[in-house]
T-cell receptor, first 113, second 115 residues
Framework: AQTVTQSQPEMSVQEAETVTLSCTYD???????LFWYKQPPSRQMILVIR??????QNATENRFSVNFQKAAKSFSLKISDSQLGDAAMYFC??????????FGPGTRLSVLP | NAGVMQNPRHLVRRRGQEARLRCSPM?????VYWYRQLPEEGLKFMVY????????ESGMPKERFSAEFPKEGPSILRIQQVVRGDSAAYFC?????????????FGQGTRLTVV
């Protein structure tokens, strides 16, 4: 069974600084998709960024980028120029074709003014 | 295009009562997923449905829990004879016909409190 691990229960970053959230996963599949979701206090789950495993190029969305290391089964999220609104729970998720989404336990990110 | 709609947002039930949680997926989405989130924890998969079919229910407790996604109408997660341990936030997500790469779009959740 696929599993997703986030080894950092909590992280903090100074406003305007950069922070990296870690995610590793376990799968025997070669073709799959990885996601980072953000859950602010409102509880709404918001997609931050998505990566297809067959793409070597790391995905980027504005201040958010990933470091995807397929051989190491690692998928970290980098947030640049952190803003107060980035404070939230961040969940890493995995999906392969025809299957449900598997989520990690989450990392709570605090942004310090 | 309205997002994924869940209702009610908050539901209070006494022990032994039934809870019915509703989820209307986004227009054009035929796949629905239900997740449970306990306080300060991640999302635990419960069930994955397509219209009129259960694709994967490996995360559903064997007793008291059931889910359906009829041809017409919303998906329903039903919890019979609720107990205090069922108190949690229940999230529904939907996605288009399966391409694998598409993200799941989430509703705002239903917070169930069992008293």
């Amino acid at each position: 069974a696929q599993t997703v691990t986030q080894s950092q229960p909590e992280m903090s970053v100074q406003e305007a600084e950069t922070v990296t959230l870690s995610c590793t996963y376990d799968t025997s599949e070669s073709d799959y998709y990885l996601f980072w979701y953000k859950q602010p206090p409102s509880r709404q789950m918001i997609l931050v960024i998505r990566q297809e495993a067959y793409k070597q190029q790391n995905a980027t969305e504005n201040r958010f980028s990933v470091n995807f290391q397929k051989a190491a089964k690692s998928f970290s999220l980098k947030i640049s120029d952190s803003q107060l609104g980035d404070a939230a729970m961040y969940f890493c998720a995995y999906r392969t074709y025809g299957q449900n989404f598997v989520f990690g336990p989450g990392t709570r990110l605090s942004v310090l003014p | 295009n309205a997002g994924v709609m869940q209702n009610p947002r908050h539901l209070v039930r006494r022990r032994g009562q039934e809870a019915r949680l509703r989820c209307s997926p986004m227009k054009g989405h035929s796949h629905v997923y239900w997740y449970r989130q306990l306080p300060e924890e991640g999302l635990k998969f419960m069930v994955y449905l397509q219209k009129e079919n259960i694709i994967d229910e490996s995360g559903m407790p064997k007793e008291r829990f059931s889910a359906e996604f009829p041809k017409e109408g919303p998906s329903i997660l039903r919890i019979q004879q609720v107990v205090r341990g069922d108190s949690a936030a229940y999230f529904c997500a939907s996605s288009p016909p399966d391409t694998g790469s598409t993200e799941a779009f989430f509703g705002q959740g239903t917070r169930l409190t069992v008293v």
